[in-house]
């Protein structure tokens, strides 16, 4: 199925778009996520596009999981924190991508599947700032190239 518009994940694998990566190899870009559910909310992509997680090859979805343990490990240091969540994705935006998240409540990462409440209000993470996406950047790539 052919795309009508430009996708945003295509975009920034192709360096067209910016964003703080923290992390790439031949097929894979991880960078910090604009509206970061906590500090240091990283997205992994694959460089190729490919719209839903059950079309990518096994073996580039290995090297994203292993990826995401790398980030795992380093935002638990960073972060003091027991769990991080990882996820694929894929409801903004048709490109398959992984969120790795610290987790500070278990609430983090939740679904509306079991949340009580009929009516739930939400309000968008705030954006965060070239200085901050910076910053942390800079202490995950640190903490990535730490001996376990």
């Keep these: 199925m052919e795309r ?21 190899t031949e097929h894979l870009l991880a960078f910090l996520d604009i509206f970061p559910i906590r500090k240091g909310h990283v ?3 694959p460089r190729q596009h490919f719209g839903y997680f059950e079309e990518l090859p096994i073996n580039l979805a290995s090297e994203i999981v292993a990826a995401g343990q790398l980030i ?3 935002q638990k ?5 027991e769990r991080t969540a990882f996820l694929f ?6 490109h398959v991508h992984a969120h790795v998240v610290p987790m500070h ?11 009580a409440e009929e009516s739930l209000t939400f309000v968008p993470a705030p954006r ?5 996406l910076t910053d942390v950047a800079s202490e995950l790539k640190s903490a990535m190239n730490q001996p376990l």
């Design 105 to 115: 409540d278990k609430t983090d990462i939740t679904s509306r599947r079991y949340i």
């Design 4 to 24: 009508i518009t430009p996708c945003l994940f295509c975009e920034i694998a192709n360096q067209r778009v910016s964003a703080t990566i923290v992390y790439e």
């Design 72 to 74: 795992a490990r380093a």
């Design 128 to 132: 965060a700032t070239k200085a901050e």
């Design 77 to 81: 240091r960073l972060y003091a924190v």
């Design 89 to 94: 994705s894929g409801g903004d935006i048709p």
């Design 43 to 45: 997205q992994i992509i």
